[in-house]
């Protein structure tokens, strides 16, 4: 049974207990139904909400309705009477509901209209929120580059403060500076006017001691050049021979460049036959390099040869150990087959000696025979 088929009956049932005056409970349509009265229960509950808009004249109210103790004419009558009331509650929830649905028409114009004023006045009223969001954020803006500035305008006062406490403290400073270096420099100029009268006073003494010397070397220096006239006249004559000693030296000089000429000729000859004679000399390195190398390689070879003989006489020792051994070997079997041999030839000849006895006895037994 589907669920719509089973709702269907649970219906039927409780329309006919509740036609028959009696209480709809779930246990009694259970046991109806012969369900279980959970689910009898659920679809109770949607009978319950669905009765008022069910209750309308159909076939199945024409029916009398039973009562147990009452006479068939009363139960008549009283169907009568319960279904007259039941038309004018119809038509009375009929009427009601028109009403209803008249009201919740103009409700629901008016509801449309209210809600429509009030979109708009939404619309209106988010529209200046936004404008006065936008204003806010500007006011926000400008409160914040305002804070700025003044934050700016008071680290600039703050450092104009300093910076004036700085300067003022500098002028004291300058100020005090100044003082004491207006004093040293007073302190300087007495000082300096007294050297300048000293230096004046040790000027002019100086000068005197030099108007004295300058006498002094003014006869000195007529001395002195009377003794340099003199010393002019020799050494014009120191320059003339010196002169002629260097013409002496000049032809000297010329001979002897010749003969360096010369020289270098011979020289230049000597280095063109050195230079010959290092070509034969390298060149005989050259081959004599060559020969050392043939004789490494020679001394090379003689002692791979060398190795080789010796590892030769050594396989010579060897084998001839061994052949000496083999030797010994054989001769030894040899002594023992010519041993082997001569027991042979011994009994061989004893063997014969034997026929030779039995040839003699054959030939007496035949000759007694």
Same mark, same amino acid.
């Given at each position: 049974?589907?669920?719509? +088929?089973?709702?269907?009956?649970?219906?039927?049932?409780?329309?006919?207990?509740?036609?028959?005056?009696?209480?709809?409970?779930?246990?009694? #349509?259970?046991?109806?139904?012969?369900?279980?009265?959970?689910?009898?229960?659920?679809?109770?509950?949607? *009978? *319950? %909400?669905?009765?008022?808009?069910? @209750?309308?004249?159909?076939?199945?109210?024409?029916?009398?309705?039973?009562?147990?103790?009452?006479?068939?004419?009363?139960? $008549?009558?009283?169907?009568?009477? *319960?279904?007259?009331?039941?038309?004018?509650?119809?038509? /009375?929830?009929?009427?009601?509901? $028109?009403?209803?649905?008249?009201?919740?028409?103009?409700?629901?114009?008016?509801?449309?209209?209210?809600? $429509?004023?009030?979109?708009?006045?939404?619309? =209106?009223?988010?529209?200046? %929120?936004?404008?006065?969001?936008? !204003?806010?954020?500007?006011?926000?803006?400008?409160?914040?580059?305002?804070?700025?500035?003044?934050?700016?305008?008071?680290?600039?006062?703050?450092?104009?403060?300093?910076?004036?406490? /700085?300067?003022?403290?500098?002028?004291?400073? @300058?100020?005090?500076?100044?003082?004491?270096?207006?004093?040293?420099?007073?302190?300087?100029?007495?000082?300096?006017? $007294?050297?300048?009268?000293?230096? +004046?006073?040790?000027?002019?003494?100086?000068?005197?001691?030099?108007?004295?010397?300058?006498?002094?070397?003014?006869?000195?220096?007529?001395?002195?050049?009377?003794?340099?006239?003199?010393?002019?006249?020799?050494?014009?004559?120191? @320059?003339?021979?010196?002169?002629?000693?260097?013409?002496?030296?000049?032809?000297?000089?010329?001979?002897?460049?010749?003969?360096?000429?010369?020289?270098?000729?011979?020289?230049?000859?000597?280095? +063109?036959?050195?230079?010959?004679?290092?070509?034969?000399?390298?060149?005989?390195?050259?081959?004599?390099?060559?020969?050392?190398?043939?004789?490494?390689?020679? =001394?090379?070879?003689?002692?791979?040869?060398?190795?080789? #003989?010796?590892?030769?006489?050594?396989?010579? #020792?060897?084998?001839?150990?061994?052949?000496?051994?083999?030797?010994?070997?054989?001769?030894?079997?040899?002594?023992?087959? =010519?041993? #082997?041999?001569?027991?042979? =030839?011994? !009994?061989?000849?004893?063997?014969? !000696?034997?026929?030779?006895?039995?040839?003699?006895?054959?030939?007496?037994?035949?000759?007694?025979?």
């Amino acid at each position: 049974m589907d669920k719509e +088929q089973l709702k269907s009956r649970v219906y039927e049932v409780a329309d006919d207990l509740l036609l028959s005056a009696s209480y709809p409970r779930s246990e009694a #349509i259970a046991e109806t139904l012969e369900i279980e009265s959970e689910e009898v229960s659920r679809y109770l509950s949607q *009978w *319950w %909400y669905e009765l008022p808009q069910r @209750i309308v004249m159909t076939d199945r109210t024409d029916r009398a309705i039973s009562v147990p103790g009452m006479p068939d004419t009363l139960a $008549q009558a009283f169907t009568r009477i *319960w279904l007259h009331a039941l038309q004018e509650a119809n038509s /009375k929830v009929n009427f009601t509901r $028109q009403m209803v649905d008249v009201g919740l028409e103009e409700d629901r114009r008016v509801n449309d209209d209210a809600l $429509q004023k009030s979109q708009h006045l939404y619309l =209106e009223l988010e529209s200046r %929120y936004r404008e006065q969001s936008l !204003k806010l954020e500007e006011s926000r803006e400008q409160f914040k580059a305002l804070e700025a500035e003044i934050a700016v305008l008071k680290n600039n006062l703050a450092i104009e403060t300093n910076t004036r406490k /700085k300067e003022e403290q500098s002028r004291v400073t @300058i100020e005090h500076e100044l003082a004491q270096l207006r004093k040293a420099h007073d302190d300087a100029k007495r000082v300096f006017d $007294q050297r300048i009268k000293d230096e +004046q006073r040790h000027m002019m003494e100086a000068i005197a001691k030099e108007e004295v010397d300058t006498r002094y070397y003014r006869n000195t220096l007529e001395k002195v050049r009377e003794e340099a006239s003199k010393k002019e006249s020799e050494l014009v004559r120191e @320059i003339h021979d010196l002169q002629a000693r260097i013409a002496r030296k000049d032809v000297k000089t010329d001979t002897l460049k010749s003969q360096v000429k010369s020289q270098e000729a011979e020289l230049l000859k000597y280095k +063109q036959d050195s230079g010959v004679l290092q070509r034969d000399l390298s060149r005989v390195n050259a081959q004599l390099l060559t020969e050392v190398n043939k004789t490494k390689r020679l =001394e090379a070879k003689v002692k791979e040869l060398q190795e080789d #003989i010796r590892r030769l006489n050594q396989k010579h #020792i060897t084998a001839s150990n061994e052949n000496a051994k083999r030797e010994n070997i054989l001769r030894s079997q040899l002594v023992e087959k =010519e041993n #082997i041999i001569i027991r042979a =030839e011994a !009994k061989v000849n004893s063997l014969e !000696k034997r026929i030779i006895s039995n040839d003699e006895e054959i030939r007496r037994l035949s000759s007694r025979v």
